[in-house]
């Protein structure tokens, strides 16, 4: 017989909405020591979209560009890593070393860590490694205050990786003492871009089946929507979308995020927004073999009406855009709602 597998180290990668755990997962899968990862995506909403944007990469494991591995979460998490472990036991994907979760922005990373303790299977081939939280260095304070998922998943962190740092002008002295007011110990590390000491992602975690868990329950009052898009969309209708979700939504619009095809464009376009800011970021290619545009967003509250506003993304170059859901035409447009 062949010597024991050594368990497999597994860290967990959380933060709340739109915080950066993809841009910063991505940096680390392009570090050298880091090419025999394997990763499971956490998403919420009925499309997904980061398992096919990290390193833009069975139909539930998909072998990255790095060579490592994605694995989308369908069905519980546990029977997600039990698959994973026997597929490479069976030698039908490729070996690998580690495993990054990277949970949704809602997730309560707590029980996730339980599991890899408790369940006798995970246990005997994994071990909980360290928990790492992303922390927006713009919006951290207000997602503390108001969102008890932000403070569960900072409370339970090894380390605070704070991100878009680069957008901050002045210090974040006060971030740092909310932060240290719901995690006195864990070290907080900048991350430029997605990049990052790759030794903060080594070692064991300090959490144990003794860590208090959380006394809430219930999420807060989140409704995600979703849709595909057929036909290409126009720049103008990516604009006019954008400029009637901010003055609409606001802040209530807590994470948008879109993989759109671009009349005229080659390649594929991500669209993000988070508390009203919007950013585009032109991809190299279409990620997979789905040629359809898709958006996710997520709601604080109900979003009125939010499925007759899809039908700006084909506004036509020159058209004034509408100045509130009441001007909106009702047009028609091949696009299937999932709610």
């Known amino acids: 017989m062949g010597a024991r597998l050594e368990k497999i180290p597994v860290t967990l990668l959380t933060g709340f909405l739109g915080s950066g755990k993809t841009t910063l997962l991505n940096g680390i899968l392009g ?17 997904g979209l980061d398992h096919v944007l990290v390193r833009a990469g069975a139909d539930n494991i998909r072998l990255l560009e790095s060579g490592c591995l994605c694995c989308a979460v369908e069905g519980t998490l546990t029977e997600t890593m039990m698959d994973l472990w026997s597929l490479r036991h069976r030698g039908d994907i490729p070996a690998f070393g580690r495993v990054i979760i990277e949970t949704s922005g809602l997730a309560e990373p707590a029980p996730i860590a339980r599991s890899l303790i408790q369940d ?23 997602q503390l205050s108001s969102f008890h998922e932000a403070v569960e998943q900072l409370a339970i962190a090894d380390a605070v990786i704070l991100t878009k740092t680069d957008l901050v002008h002045g210090d974040v002295a006060e971030l740092t003492e909310a932060i240290r007011r719901v995690n006195s110990t864990a070290p907080i590390i900048r991350a430029s871009l997605g990049a990052i000491d790759p030794s903060v992602l080594t070692g064991s975690s300090s959490f144990t089946l003794e860590t208090p868990a959380s006394s809430q329950h219930v999420h807060s009052d989140f409704v995600c929507r979703a849709a595909y898009v057929d036909d290409p969309v126009s720049w103008s209708g990516v604009a006019a979308f954008v400029d009637l979700c901010r003055r609409t939504y606001g802040a209530e619009l807590l994470r948008c995020k879109g993989l759109l095809r671009i009349d ?7 669209l993000q927004g988070v ?14 073999s789905d040629p359809r545009s898709r958006l996710v967003c997520i709601f604080r509250g109900e979003p009125d009406r939010f499925e007759s506003m899809l039908t700006l993304l084909h506004t036509e170059a020159g058209t004034m855009p509408p100045a509130s859901l009441d001007e909106l035409e009702q047009g028609s447009m091949a696009c299937a709602l999932i709610r």
């Open 31 to 47: 570090l050298k020591d880091f090419a025999d990862t394997a990763v499971i995506v956490n998403e919420v909403g009925q499309i």
């Open 120 to 142: 006798r299977f995970l246990s005997s081939h994994f071990v909980l490694g360290r928990i790492l939280v992303t922390i927006d260095a713009l919006d951290g304070i207000r």
């Open 275 to 288: 508390n009203g800011a919007f950013s585009t970021t032109t991809l190299e290619r279409w990620p997979d």
């Open 264 to 270: 005229g464009e080659g390649g594929a376009v991500l």
